[in-house]
């Protein structure tokens, strides 16, 4: 039995004369915000007349009706509507097949589903099935902001779409900055993709690029093709051409095949394979130059890098981790590189990691190498290997009386090419009683620390078996004051909180024993109030010694806003400092004095400053600060300073910019210069034009150094990149070089 039909309602009203030219074009667009890059917030797909009655399935209106008993159709003329549940439509007259439920539209005609609108002079709609046509069109794909008008629009599904004679583009109806126009467009709203033939690029009205067949997404989903070509220019490489090619295997699993042509070193090819798991996800990816046309005594001709990534969670709690990474040769980063964050690597870390939580108990078990990369460290410079380093680690237990226990536990085993190599174990159990109050806290705390090794007698013929044990107590207090106050006639809270820090621990001789893993601790507000001046584990400092420090804080009344932070702190020393990694004895009667002031000043500035002061120098005692200003809007607005001073070590000025003059241009840049090497580390300066929601052109000039301590020949590039939102993006990719050097810049697509 076939089923029962639907019910049709018609309706005879006296509508208002259909709407001009003008009008249209203004009931096209009605509803739709073309400031933003899709659906604005708020807006509803369907905005058309409620139809008469509600909850029915099929519905027309119209000024005069007909109906053909033999043929079984109707013939409806003047101001025609017709309703069904997700989809409208309006004409001068419609033929409708009351069987079939197919309507045949005539004369101004406006349709209007989920995702698309359309304006035609005549059209063919077969209902139940989502299928038909309309010629002479203009459209509205709503989902993404995307119009166009085309010959003919066939619509084959729901979700699927074919256009003839097409012009699309994703700029606002009343500018024609760029449009693609192709013999045929293909848009499948369900998979997110659309594909053109014999397709021209046109800016401004003029083809500046054919293409006889390519692939584009419509959203966020990607689909297999050939992305936009990304191209670009520098001195080490010369002029680049990159043609990537993606393949959407499945739903979890994609890859790209990258090749890179450059005239000054040949034809890399590059390849990345992705896969993602309920509980893992990885990544494969790798470059290979067969031929460097430039030849160095440095490297083989032929070039390569590899790197392979994979975490998964197999069990509740279990997590592990794999990650490689290496190259055929250490000139390879700074020759192929791009970023100064790449090309001054200077270890490529391999490393598998299996992890376990349970409960107040974390395990970690991990294996650990790495490739040296930079010529100017001796091997003695080189990271030991860890093969393997297993830790344990306990926090969180109080029991009736509010006591804390922790533990901290680690084995490893250090392996070195031109070092002592060897074997340690540490054991460090804590104890302590925290009493806190909104006033103040006070926390006594004893730790025991120690450590055992097995040494390679070779390496270490006298002591093969040194060892350290060594009890640190510790008692930390501070009170916090609060008064009412006002931060720039804004009523605000301010606080002193000043802290106490007792610390003991006898001295126990450590000479013997090699330096795996540890260093000075860099004395920092923070690091007053801690245990052991140094890190890692192969130190453990003798102590007898008082930390003060004094911190004020402004809060904002109205809404707990912290508008500054002021800290201040030294420590005392009652006693000569023995263990040392250097095996001098430090007998200076304090330490370095530090200060810290972090204040957000306004709604968008932001800074901070950090000084340390050490008396006990004969010259120049302030050996360390940075100061740093940010100005962040959300129209972005940036404005970065960053000064970073580090006695003999570190002198770096830093200033980075993006601004926006209107809503077309902005312009960028960033300045980076070596006080302590006299030199320019990184400058660049670049534009960026165009609206958001339609292209954007950016252009930049790059010059860098890789190594600051080289005495090596700045680096020129040149970037060039025509972004067409619905497209891509031509050209090299100038948005993430301003992502990476300028603090606070993110392209909002």
């Known amino acids: ?48 007349p409620a139809p008469p009655l509600e909850n029915q399935y099929l519905q027309l209106a119209a000024d005069r009706l007909e109906f053909d008993q033999t043929t079984g159709s109707s013939r409806l003329d003047g101001s025609v509507q017709l309703w069904r549940p997700d989809g409208y439509a309006e004409a001068d007259s419609i033929s ?24 035609a002079q005549q059209g063919y709609l077969e209902l139940d099935d989502d299928r038909g046509w309309l010629s002479d069109s203009e459209f509205r794909l709503t989902e993404n902001n995307a119009r166009g008008s085309a010959a003919l629009i066939t619509l084959t599904s729901k979700d699927q779409s074919h256009y003839e004679k097409v012009v699309y583009s994703t700029c606002p109806p009343d500018r024609n900055d760029w449009s693609l126009v192709a013999s045929e467009l293909k848009i499948d709203m369900a998979e997110g993709w659309g594909s053109a033939r014999h397709a021209r690029l046109q800016l401004a009205g003029l083809p500046v690029l054919y293409i ?10 990607r689909k297999t093709g050939l992305l936009i070509p990304s191209i670009g220019s520098s001195n080490r490489l010369g002029s680049e051409l990159t043609l990537p090619y993606y393949f959407n295997i499945a739903p979890n699993y994609d890859a790209t095949l990258t090749p890179r042509l450059m005239s ?74 791009t970023g100064l964050a790449i090309t001054s690597t200077r270890h490529l870390e391999r490393v598998g990691e299996v992890r376990y939580n349970l409960g107040s108990w974390n395990l970690l078990g991990r294996i650990q190498k790495f490739q ?160 052991n001046r140094f890190s890692g584990k192969d130190r453990f400092g003798d102590a007898r010694q008082l930390s003060a420090g004094l ?67 004969e010259d120049d005692q302030i050996d360390r600060g940075r100061f740093t200003l940010r100005y962040s809007t959300p129209e972005q607005e940036h404005i970065n300073f960053d000064y970073n001073f580090k006695r003999d070590t570190i002198e770096d000025l830093d200033f980075s910019f993006y ?23 990184n400058r660049i300066l670049g534009l960026e034009y165009g609206g958001r929601c339609c ?30 939102r619905g497209l891509g993006a031509l050209g090299h990719t100038v948005d993430k070089t301003m992502q990476e050097t300028i603090y606070g810049f993110h392209n909002e697509r």
């Open 551 to 617: 911190t004020t804080r402004w809060f904002q009344r109205d809404n707990g806003m912290e508008r500054l932070r002021a800290s201040i702190g030294q420590i005392y020393y009652g006693k000569e400092r023995e263990v040392q990694l250097t095996g001098a004895t430090e007998d200076d009667p304090s330490s370095a004095m530090v200060a810290e002031i972090s204040s957000r000043l306004g709604n968008h500035w932001r800074t901070t400053l950090t000084l340390r002061h050490n008396p006990h120098l």
């Open 695 to 724: 292209w954007k052109l950016r252009t930049l000039i790059q010059r860098y150094v890789a190594n600051e301590d080289k005495d090596e020949e700045e680096e020129t590039r040149f970037m060039l990149q025509l972004e067409l």
């Open 264 to 337: 000054k070193r040949g034809v890399m090819l590059g390849g990345e394979f992705r896969f993602l798991g309920e509980r893992q996800r990885g990544e494969i990816s790798g470059e290979i130059l067969p031929d460097d046309k430039q030849n160095s005594p440095h490297h083989d001709d032929r070039r390569s890098a590899l790197r392979f990534y994979h975490v998964s969670r197999p069990l509740p709690g279990l997590t592990t981790r794999i990650e490689t990474n290496a190259v055929s040769d250490n000139e390879y980063l700074e020759d192929f590189g």
């Open 372 to 531: 040296t990369v930079d010529d100017s460290l001796s091997e003695s410079q080189h990271p030991y290997r860890r093969l393997p380093q297993l830790l344990a680690r306990y926090r969180g237990l109080t029991n009736p009386l509010g006591m804390k226990i922790g533990f901290g536990g680690e084995y490893t085993h250090f392996k070195h090419d031109t070092l002592t190599n060897g074997e340690r174990l540490t054991l460090r159990p804590s104890l302590s009683l925290p009493l806190r109050r909104s006033w103040g806290h006070l926390t006594p705390r004893l730790s025991l620390n120690y450590a055992t090794y097995r040494l390679d007698e070779d390496d270490n013929p006298t002591d093969d078996k040194p060892d350290y044990f060594v009890p640190a107590y510790s008692l930390d207090g501070g009170l916090v004051f609060e008064r009412d106050t006002h931060w720039f006639g804004i009523p605000a809270l301010q606080t002193l909180e000043p802290r106490l820090f007792a610390l003991y621990a006898p001295f126990d001789d450590q000479s013997d024993i090699p330096d795996f893993d540890s260093a000075d601790l860099n004395i920092s507000y923070t690091n007053l109030f801690k245990e």
């Open 96 to 119: 409708f097949d009351h069987q079939n439920r197919v309507a045949e539209l005539f004369g101004n005609l406006f349709i209007q589903q989920t995702g698309l609108r359309a304006t």
């Open 659 to 681: 601004w926006p003059f209107n809503h077309q241009f902005s312009l960028f840049g960033k300045w980076k210069h070596s006080y302590l090497y006299e030199r320019n580390m």
């Open 212 to 221: 006889p067949y390519f692939t584009f997404p419509v959203d966020e989903r």
């Open 1 to 48: 039995m076939s089923p029962r039909p639907r019910p049709l309602y018609l309706y005879l009203s006296l509508l208002i004369p259909l709407v001009t030219t003008a009008e249209e074009r203004l009931r096209i667009d009605r509803g739709l915000n073309w400031d933003y890059c899709e659906r604005s917030p708020g807006e509803s797909d369907l905005s058309v």
